[in-house]
């Protein structure tokens, strides 16, 4: 399974910004799709992620700003990001966990996403 991810930036506050993660290879029907994120200095944390049903969770911190949703037929998923702040400022990592025997999770490479103040 490959995930390439797209959108990364260098946006002002208030501005917004859309990322796309295309997975490849072998997608089961059960999965999960996600985005996490990772600043400097922290761990990495939940943004969003989407069921294949279209069931959503969000992190608080992002809740309406934040839009993630998937293209089933396409196995991409997106991040809609608007009202964006500098604590946004990340790389932004694409997940799939997947059901097979048990759960399986990949990771993409990752995108930078800069908020200037």
């Known amino acids: 399974v490959q995930l390439v991810e797209s959108g990364g930036g260098l946006v002002q506050a208030g501005g917004s910004l859309r990322l796309s993660c295309a997975a490849s290879?072998?997608?089961?029907?059960?999965?999960?799709m996600g985005w996490y994120r990772q600043a400097p200095g922290k761990e990495r944390e939940l943004v969003a992620s989407i069921t294949r049903g279209g069931s959503t969770n969000y992190a608080d911190s992002v809740k309406g700003r934040f839009t993630i949703s998937r293209e089933n037929a396409k196995n991409t998923v997106y991040l809609q990001m608007n009202s964006l702040k500098p604590e946004d400022t990340a790389v932004y990592y694409c997940n799939l966990g997947q059901l097979v025997a048990s759960w399986d999770y990949y990771w993409g490479q990752g995108t930078q996403v800069t908020v200037s103040s």
């Open positions: 290879g072998s997608i089961f029907s059960i999965n999960v």
